[in-house]
């Protein structure tokens, strides 16, 4: 799908929100090393309808076991976990694929977040990320 604008860009410090050079875009010409911060945050707008965007940041990381041509590839590891709000879903329009990654993303964020959280905040995020049926 092309929405229109970027899918992430470099995250800056002292209040730079875009810094680069790293970014995820049509006009990019910089190479994704390991070590790199970027956002990930696709979106669609229908004119006059709606529109979202969903954002996380991600480091580019080293992955162990796969290579191509004699060459290390990269893969991405989510940074900001966050629950997504279900109430502002429409599940009917998404389809099995869809729902999996919100799930398998819901439960990432539990097993991560919920260690650190209080009993009665761990119980709101809990359902928060309860598992979607298909």
Same mark, same amino acid.
């Given at each position: $799908?092309?929405?229109?604008?970027? %899918?992430?860009?470099?995250? /800056? +410090?002292? *209040?730079?929100?875009?810094? /680069?050079?790293?970014?995820?875009?049509? /006009?990019? #010409? %910089?190479?994704?090393?390991?070590?790199?911060? !970027?956002?990930?945050?696709?979106?669609?707008?229908? #004119?006059?309808?709606? /529109? !979202?965007? !969903?954002?996380?940041? $991600?480091?580019?990381? &080293?992955? &162990? #076991?796969?290579?191509?041509?004699?060459?290390? $590839? *990269?893969?991405?590891? %989510? *940074?900001?976990?966050?629950?997504?709000?279900? #109430?502002? !879903?429409?599940?009917? $329009?998404?389809?099995?694929?869809? =729902?999996?990654?919100?799930?398998?993303?819901?439960? +990432?964020?539990?097993? %991560?977040?919920?260690?650190?959280?209080?009993? +009665?905040?761990?119980?709101?995020? &809990?359902?928060?990320?309860?598992?979607?049926? =298909?």
């Amino acid at each position: $799908m092309d929405y229109g604008h970027g %899918t992430g860009h470099g995250v /800056g +410090s002292c *209040l730079s929100v875009h810094e /680069g050079p790293q970014r995820i875009s049509r /006009g990019s #010409k %910089t190479i994704l090393e390991p070590g790199m911060i !970027i956002s990930n945050e696709p979106g669609f707008y229908l #004119k006059n309808n709606f /529109g !979202i965007r !969903i954002e996380n940041l $991600m480091i580019v990381k &080293k992955c &162990k #076991k796969n290579r191509f041509n004699k060459k290390t $590839m *990269l893969f991405f590891k %989510t *940074l900001t976990l966050a629950p997504l709000d279900i #109430k502002l !879903i429409n599940y009917k $329009m998404l389809n099995k694929e869809e =729902i999996n990654w919100i799930n398998n993303y819901h439960s +990432s964020v539990y097993k %991560t977040i919920s260690p650190h959280l209080e009993i +009665s905040n761990r119980n709101w995020l &809990k359902n928060i990320c309860k598992k979607l049926e =298909i």
